[in-house]
Every structure is written in structure tokens, then in C-alpha cells.
């Protein structure tokens, strides 16, 4: 394959000039010369490519070499300009200063400075197109394993949710009466955040905070979560503890902090009244304040052995009523006003997966 020489582009509307040019360098042979007197042509010559530096007069009829300048910079900030100027004008000098131009050439030059000062704009253009290609190579790695690393974060993701679907169960196998909870309150919670127009990092996290918002109820003793009876003061205190024992497995496992946040506050209440902290409005992470709303929704619905559960409607109206007090007055309105759509995947297997398969 025949490797082209580099081509230098000389424009002047004085064909002397060009004469001059051609033959100061007819002996160049490391790169070929084309000399053209219309700058108009030049610029279609110029945008048809394979041009490596451009020599223009400053001062012509129907474009100047500033003209030229800013077209050829807009077009490949990597080839070299070098203007011919005739006089010392600072206002042209400064304006071609900041255009990018490579280098003058003040009339009358020397043939010796003209054949320095090209091979030194060739050179210049070699490391520019050789610097621009590393940086599209450095680009294209770095997307590369941007997008390698991306997929084994998602792998590991994956891993660890399936994990801690492992957990939840082991933790729900030990009542029957909320089996199938976390996974509702998930499909709730994130139905709920995307009314809200949460974003997908948003639902992923809010995802794994309800589906882990029990955790901690793996250390209560199956007698104390099945019992029939109401609670003692102290069995309700050995309840209300599990929020601060799921924070405390979960904090080691590198998530979200906002996870923890979720495990930690989802039975405080709006008004303060709730547990392990009594926490009150936005001191609530607004997540464990979706999740609330989602846990509360299906704890009604579900049946126990100590009371018949509400249909979905008598249970939605509760969860307004009770807006300001144990809810989040806005959510607990817009879970309301959205309900069918909220809670339509519980009845739709197919719905279901895809909407926590959206929030991986």
C-alpha cells in the first residue's frame, strides 16, 4: 500500500507570491505542495480533506487568511495554519492569536524560514492527529470497560438480590400468615415511586429497602411472632427492636445507605409516634416513607390469626385517613388517587416481574 505524502495548501491571491512558494520548495520531497490564488476554492479544497498544514496570505479579495483561519480551525482544530502578512498589524495579530493560527510569516521572509517553519507545521500535525487518535483509543477502552464493569456490577447485583431473597424467606418461612409480604410491599413500593417519576437508581434502592424492610425480624423468636394473643409490654419491645436489627446486618453489606435508612424508619410515623426513634415528617428519609405506606397497605389486607383483614378499598381509604398522622400526607394523597394503578401488579403475575425486573 502506497503511503501518501503530507499536502500543504498555500493560498495567496498574488500569483508572484505563489511562484515564489511553489519554488522555494520544489525540492521538499517528504511532502507535496498545491498552491491555489481563490481562497473560496481553497476552502472546498480544504473541506474535501487530506490537507496537513495551510499557508494563506492575510490580506485578499474575497476572504481574508482570517477567514481562513477560523474555517479551517472549525473544521480540524488539527491541521496548522501559518499566515503571510505584510505588516505588523496588532489588531490582525491578536485576533489571529486567538483564532489558533500556528505561526506568521512577515513579508519579505527568507526561503530558509519558509522550509523550517512548514516542516515544523507537519510536525505538528503528525502529533495531533497521533494525540488524537490515542484519545479516541483511550475513549473507546474506557467505554469499554466502563461497560464490562457495568455488567458485572449488574451480575453482582443480581447476586446479591437473589441473596437476599434467600434471607427473606428463611426470615418468612417461620409465618405463614406474612409470607409473600416483602415481595408485596416491594411491588407496592416501587409502583408507588414510579407514579412519583422516581428515577431507575431511585427504584432499585427503594426495591431492596422493601424487600429487606423485615430483616431484622430473623432474630425474633418465631413463638413472639406467631403468638395468638395480644403482646406483652416487653414481647412488643423485643418487636419494635427489629428495625435496628435489620440496619445492623445490612450495614456491613456494602448497599445504599438509603437501604439502611429504609430498614431503620419504615414504622416511624409522619406525626412522630412511631418507632425505634420517633422520628417526625421529613426527618423521615422519604423512602422509608413510601415504604411505610406500602407495608401498612398489605398488613391490612393480610389476614392474622388475631383479626380479619380489610378489602383493598377500605384499606386505601385508612391509609388517607390517616394522612398527617402515621403517613406522609402527600404520598399517602398520591397512593390514594393512584391505588388501581399502584396495585394492580398484585393481581398480575406478569405485571409483577416486569416491574421489579425494571427496578434491577
Known amino acids: ?16 507570491i505563489l511562484d515564489c ?9 517528504d511532502y507535496t505542495v ?11 479544497m480544504i473541506y474535501e480533506g487530506g490537507i496537513s ?28 495554519v501559518v499566515l503571510i502578512t505584510g505588516s ?52 473507546t477502552l474506557v467505554l469499554e470497560r466502563t461497560a464490562e464493569l457495568m455488567e458485572t456490577k449488574a451480575k453482582l ?9 434467600v434471607m427473606v424467606n428463611a426470615m418468612e418461612v417461620n409465618d405463614t400468615y406474612t409470607l409473600g409480604h416483602s415481595e408485596r410491599v416491594t411491588a407496592i413500593s416501587v409502583g408507588l415511586g414510579k407514579v412519583m417519576d422516581f428515577s431507575l437508581e431511585d427504584l ?10 423485615d430483616l431484622g425480624k430473623i432474630g425474633v423468636m418465631s413463638n413472639v411472632l406467631n403468638k395468638e394473643q395480644s403482646l406483652t409490654d416487653s414481647e412488643y419491645d423485643i418487636i419494635k427492636r427489629h428495625p435496628i436489627a435489620g440496619a445492623k446486618i445490612v450495614d456491613p453489606m456494602g448497599l445504599p445507605k438509603t437501604v439502611s435508612k ?11 409516634e412511631g418507632y425505634p426513634y420517633g422520628l417526625k415528617g421529613e426527618d423521615i428519609h422519604l423512602f422509608a416513607r413510601i415504604v411505610s405506606v406500602a407495608d401498612s397497605f398489605d398488613a391490612m389486607t393480610s389476614k392474622r390469626k388475631y383479626r380479619s383483614n380489610l378489602d383493598y378499598g377500605r384499606a386505601a381509604q385508612e391509609i388517607y385517613r390517616n394522612r398527617g398522622q402515621q403517613f406522609d400526607p402527600e404520598i399517602g394523597r398520591i397512593f390514594y388517587e393512584n391505588r388501581q394503578q399502584v396495585l394492580s401488579v398484585l393481581t398480575n403475575k406478569i405485571a409483577l416481574d416486569d416491574l421489579l425486573e425494571e427496578a434491577y
Not at 500500500?1 to 508572484?16: A, F, N, T
Not at 512558494?21 to 520531497?29: A, F, G, H, I, Q
Not at 429504609?262 to 412522630?272: F, K, R
Open 1 to 16: 500500500m502506497k503511503i501518501q505524502k503530507p499536502r500543504v495548501l498555500v493560498i495567496d491571491d498574488d500569483i508572484s
Open 21 to 29: 512558494v511553489r519554488l522555494s520548495l520544489k525540492n521538499e520531497k
Open 34 to 44: 498545491t498552491t491555489m490564488h481563490d481562497p473560496e476554492q481553497a476552502l472546498e
Open 53 to 80: 498544514t495551510v499557508i494563506s496570505d492575510v490580506k485578499m479579495g474575497k476572504l481574508s487568511g482570517l477567514d481562513i483561519l477560523k474555517a479551517v480551525r472549525e473544521y480540524d482544530d488539527r491541521i496548522p
Open 88 to 139: 505588523s498589524d496588532e489588531e490582525v495579530m491578536r485576533k489571529s492569536i486567538h483564532l489558533g493560527v500556528y505561526e506568521f510569516l512577515k513579508k519579505p521572509f527568507e526561503i530558509s524560514d519558509l522550509i523550517v517553519t512548514v516542516r515544523q507545521a507537519l510536525e505538528a500535525h503528525q502529533l495531533r492527529v497521533q494525540n488524537s487518535k490515542y484519545k479516541d483509543k483511550l475513549k
Open 157 to 165: 447485583e443480581r447476586s446479591y438480590l437473589n441473596t437476599i431473597h
Open 204 to 213: 432499585r434502592e427503594i426495591r431492596i429497602g422493601a424487600l429487606l424492610h
Open 262 to 272: 429504609i430498614i431503620l424508619q419504615h414504622h416511624e410515623w409522619y406525626n412522630g
